[in-house]
């Protein structure tokens, strides 16, 4: 089944709608389908990557195939960024493009980059057209000649041919109507020649103009072909002969004589290529003022004309692009304007204008949004004028500018109350309204108006309806906010359902529903269902609306989220960055979106790839947030917590987490960002060495818990987890043990079975019931925590490394040497297998991995291990460190045992030289270093060096103020050992 589309054939076939339209079209035919083709241009756009899947079930089934030709694909009025495109092509359905270099071939070949990392990615196979060869450029010159009756010289069908440019077809066919057009035979080499300077395509179209130019008048044709080059995808004719001031019988001429060069499409007139386009900026806007004169005269005649879509489309634009930045601002401050802008154009466009005068003329949005609602509200008492400030509310909260959001829904309220408004009207301000709550975290004033248009629409609509299930839809996103998943869970199936069925799978409504519901997934553990969701969203996002918008940004942070939960740390990473750079582009560098992938990333590259850059993400986020929202806004606190735990130093993280604390009890009392701050504090104290305020700070913690969630939730799991693991970590481990078994019996009730989560309080209890001498009990939790990480990363996951350790030492415990080296082994191979392993970290495990090795009697090999752990502390710490010391000292008593001596002898004496230089002289370690030094002289039968170092450790224990038990009895022994050898 072949379809043909020629994109140059008729006024409207380079319209984007129109082609798809007819694609559409086609398949229905073929297929017999009875479904019916949207109307709405931007739901036709929707359907395609559905139709193209009814094309290829109707072509499998009779072992058959679509093929779509589509040439001059280049040559689109609209939409050239591709974003309607499907990324993906069933099988059985195949397109075949033609394509000139420019903005849509590079689209086309960048519609499959922005999926996230898949096995086998569509590719397109690009067969590039060769130029000409001399003989066909001579045949086509001829052939096209003769259709008028016309023929060439030989010579001077030479004379082409010897042309750099006459193997380009276009360039060919352009002079060949050039000539044809000429009609005296005398002149023509004279003619030949003028055409043959030219050194590109676009010279030859310079002449053509100057050609035209003689025909039409100068004034004319320059006048309307810069109009045509200024506009955004072309002009009308009526828009033609008002801007260029030209009469209808003067542009006909023009139309006419330049018939090659201008298509229509939609009722409008453009250029067919870019080559045209390049020609006449060359011969009328060559001065670098003149670009800016074109769109300054198209902007004044749209801005005289009524506020109608045209003119919403051009004239800000044009102001834009003529560096106008006064008459942009006064162009948007238009009331009756912004009602079409808001009707007829993407809500992210209006935002970008904005965006630049915030750039160029310093403005403000959160500013001038109130500003500009008041003069509107002044001009006009109308509902009108109430319905348009709604407008404006709601544009300003999708530009994240809350404040001034805030400020123009009280103007609406109060004079909507006075003003007779239809239902529904109201029903969506109030969304709106709770919609802004949310933003400033308002859950239970929203919760109340969410509740009261549920009821309304479910009275007025019944309960399947597309706005009865909207509004559920914005109840799920409350209770998320509120830590209420469970509760959220079926209300967001319920949602997703009805959409399907009402609207279609790929609608925007449905996608924001599912994205809903693999959030709640991360929260409760389901980490690959989410992960699952959300690359299906981001796949459909980006076959209906293109990889670009807050809405394919949302999905691509959402992913990075649950992707990181699966311990695909890096793809996570390559995700949240790209959310950000979508953000930015479409938003600007300053909205509310951007904080969550910003937080995000800032605390995946500090606690999980050990990345300095991951504050400055941190810091960013905290700038961002402290511009767009009110300074006591949960979220604000949230950004708090987060930097506070991105940096190391308890002084710089005290007063973020104290000033987010401030806020959570303020604004939320008992929640769970209020719990979360007080942890945080806890955790300061902890570290400035104050237990007791450590201690306190938890107490309330785990009460405040149990009020908001009771004794079954993962909130106060979590906050009895913490507060044994304080205790813990100060040898609290009796204390600590009972709370950890309360945390971790709450989570097997809460979390499935094989929900990895269980893992880290799993370890915790663990090495408490060690403390407390039940190592049986911990190796076999440990076991399971190990089994966990298996079953959710795979057996050689990082993740894996910190329970094997743990394990390597329990079994070391239980005198399970052989066991415990294997453990340790493995755990090696996946932190060295770590790109981003922490190199101290590897040299702590190898330090043990020593002591192991010599109490299994493997000394050569605890030797080699222990010399991989030096060079690790030399590179870290620098030769002369305390910590380089002590592995010279061990490695100096192993090469000692193992007869060693002249190693051993130089280990111990670089040992002896750095700690002596460190510690202070009468130490008791200095002491026993000495000793192990006699021990290698004495081993080495050097019995005088051996004198003299016992003599050394026994003067500084003289001089100590109290003596060690262990050091007096090694010193004693050494001097015994001297003794027998000398008899």
Known sequence: MVHEHYLGASTD????????????????????????????????????????????????????????????????????????????????????????????????????????????????????????????????????????????????????????????????????????????????????????????????????????????????????????????????????????????????????????????????????????????????????????????????????????????????????????????????????????????????????????????????????????????????????????????AKFLIYASRYKAADLVFSEVLCRARGQKMDTAWREETRMQQARLLLALSQYEDASAIHQEVYDSRERRLGPDHRQTNETLHYMVANLYEQGKYQQALPIAQRVISAFRTAIGPTATETLNALNNEANLHIELGNFQRATDIHREVLRLRNITQGAAGPEYGQTLNNLGRSLQECGALHEAESCFRKSIQVYEQALGTYSADLLKPLSNLGLLLTHHLNHPEGVEFQRQALAVAERMLPANHPELARILINLSAALLSSDEKKPLVCRALDICRTRLGAHRFTVASINHLAAIHDAQGDLEQARLCFEESVRMSLEIGGEVSLLHSECLMQFGGLLYRHGLAEQAQPLLERSLAVQRITLSPEHPVLTQNIMLLAWTVSECGNHERAYGLLHEALDLFHRSFGPEHQFNTEVLIGLAEEAHALERLEEAIDLTNRALSILRADEVADESRIGEVLWGFGDLLIKAGRSAQAVLILEQELAIACSLEGNDSESVARSRWKLGDLQRERGSYLDARAHLQDAQKTLASLLEPNSEELARLWVSLGQVELADDQLSQAQTCHDQALAIIAAAPSVDTETTNRIEQLLYDIKLALR
């Not at 019916?36 to 009814?54: C, H, V, Y």
């Not at 086309?108 to 990615?121: F, I, M, S, Y």
């Not at 001429?253 to 080559?275: C, K, M, N, S």
């Open 13 to 392: 076939a380079a319209a984007p709608h129109a082609l798809v339209r007819r694609l559409i079209e086609f398949i229905q035919r073929a297929s017999g389908s009875t479904e019916e083709i949207p109307g709405d241009p931007q739901k036709l756009m929707d359907s395609l990557p559905i139709w193209l899947a009814t094309a290829s079930a109707w072509a499998q089934k009779r072992r058959t195939r679509f093929i779509f030709v589509l040439d001059s694909l280049n040559s689109l009025t609209d939409l050239q960024d591709l974003r309607w495109w499907p990324a993906f092509l069933p099988k059985g359905v195949t397109m075949l493009v033609s394509c000139l270099l420019g903005p849509v071939n590079d689209a086309l070949n960048g519609k499959t980059e922005a999926l996230p990392r898949q096995d086998k990615p569509p590719k397109w196979k690009t067969v590039t057209v060769r130029p000409l060869t001399k003989a066909q450029s001579a045949t086509l010159l001829n052939i096209y000649l003769a259709r008028f009756n016309k023929k060439l010289p030989r010579q001077m069908v030479k004379q082409v041919q010897a042309h750099p440019l006459a193997t380009n077809p276009l360039f060919l066919r352009t002079l060949a109507e050039e000539l044809r057009l000429f009609g005296v035979h005398e002149e023509l080499q004279k003619r030949l020649d003028h055409y043959l300077t030219s050194q590109t395509i676009d010279d030859l179209f310079e002449r053509v103009l100057q050609r035209v130019e003689k025909d039409c008048g100068k004034k004319q044709v320059k006048a309307t072909m810069t109009a045509i080059w200024a506009s955004r995808a072309g002009l009308t004719e009526k828009e033609i002969l008002g801007v260029a001031n030209l009469t209808p019988a003067a542009w006909a001429a023009i139309r006419h004589t330049l018939d090659e060069v201008l298509i229509e499409a939609d009722g409008r007139i453009r250029f067919t290529h870019d080559y045209i386009r390049v020609g006449v900026h060359d011969r009328y806007l060559a001065a670098p003022e003149q670009p800016s004169r074109a769109h300054a005269r198209l902007a004044h005649w749209f801005s005289a004309q009524p506020p109608q879509i045209r003119r919403a489309e051009e004239e800000p634009w044009q102001w834009r692009q003529a560096g106008a930045p006064k008459r942009l601002q006064a162009c948007l401050a238009n009331a009756d304007l912004f009602a079409v802008l808001d009707a007829s154009r993407p809500q992210v466009e209006l935002l970008s204008y904005w965006l630049d005068l915030e750039s160029v003329l310093g403005l403000e949005l959160e500013f001038e949004g109130p500003k500009l609602a008041r003069r509107w509200s002044s001009q006009d008492a109308a509902p009108r004028m109430t319905r348009l400030l709604a407008l404006w």
